[in-house]
């Protein structure tokens, strides 16, 4: 970026409240490029379309759960624990993580009714009778996507609980996918659908991007940088 766009990226930013006086120290020492690439992602992120799993075990697929929500936009991954710790394989992520907002659930059903108390309607990933393909999912309202235990699937108290259930439909002899392969295929539709589908609704709105933004300038800094700014009494909360 020239010196003439990067002033006036600056200022727009400003205009926007996504640059202020108060963080003034933390975003002088980024650079305009890594600020723009910033902006540039959350431009494109939603809270509208989020994901729930569900006693997801392996690392591996934790992590790519993680980093396909991430690549689709999506902000929120909601997560109840199974048998092992939630610990996401560090190099399958390639720290995608460090971009989203995790909320750790005790409990299938506390995940669920928090989820409904937001006004989401929940739908099960759920080989079963009367499952509608996940492209028929009405997406008038926000959706959380539930994907259960590798081997399981989701629990009988999660189905019970989901406002519906869905499939990616398959025509060959296998009959299902791995977690990590349905959550890409079914947040690459959703998030498409719900893009055009609500609009503005889809996007976050000004106070969220603002506090997301600053969040994001605040972790990209190296972390001697912002021990410093922290000795000097500055935080982002």
């Known amino acids: 970026m020239e010196e003439r766009e990067v002033k006036a990226f600056l200022e727009q930013l400003q205009q926007e409240g ?11 020492m980024i650079l305009p490029k890594r600020l723009k690439r910033m902006y540039d992602v959350l431009n494109e992120r939603t809270r509208y379309i989020t994901v729930l799993i569900e006693a997801v075990d392996d690392p591996h697929n934790q992590a790519a759960v993680l980093r396909t929500a991430e ?11 199974g048998k092992a710790p939630f610990s996401p394989n560090r190099l399958v992520t390639r720290y995608a993580d460090q971009w989203l907002t995790l909320h750790h659930k005790p409990d299938i059903k506390t995940a669920i ?4 108390s937001q ?24 959706t959380a996507l539930l994907f259960g235990n590798e081997h399981s699937g989701v629990s009988e108290e999660a189905l019970c609980l989901a406002d519906g259930t869905f499939i990616i439909p398959m025509y060959g002899f296998v009959q299902s996918f791995n977690i990590s392969v349905a959550a890409a295929l079914a947040l690459y539709d959703v998030t498409e ?16 991007r603002k506090a997301l933004y600053e969040q994001w300038m605040w972790q990209t800094l190296h972390p ?11 935080t982002v909360r």
Do not use: M, N
Not at 18 to 28: D, I, K, S
Not at 113 to 116: I, P, R, V
Not at 193 to 208: D, F, I, K, M, N
Not at 224 to 234: A, V
């Open 18 to 28: 996504l640059l202020t006086e108060q963080t003034r120290p933390v975003w002088e």
């Open 119 to 142: 006004g989401y309607q929940v739908y099960a990933s759920y080989l079963g009778e009367e499952t509608i393909p996940v492209s028929d999912i009405d997406l008038s309202q926000p």
């Open 193 to 208: 659908r719900a893009r055009r589908q609500a609009g503005t609704r889809y996007y976050l709105p000004p106070e969220e």
């Open 113 to 116: 009714a928090d989820l409904k």
């Open 71 to 81: 690549a689709f936009g999506v902000q929120d991954v909601h997560i109840v624990t």
């Open 224 to 234: 001697r940088i912002r021990k410093q700014l922290e000795q000097q009494g500055y």
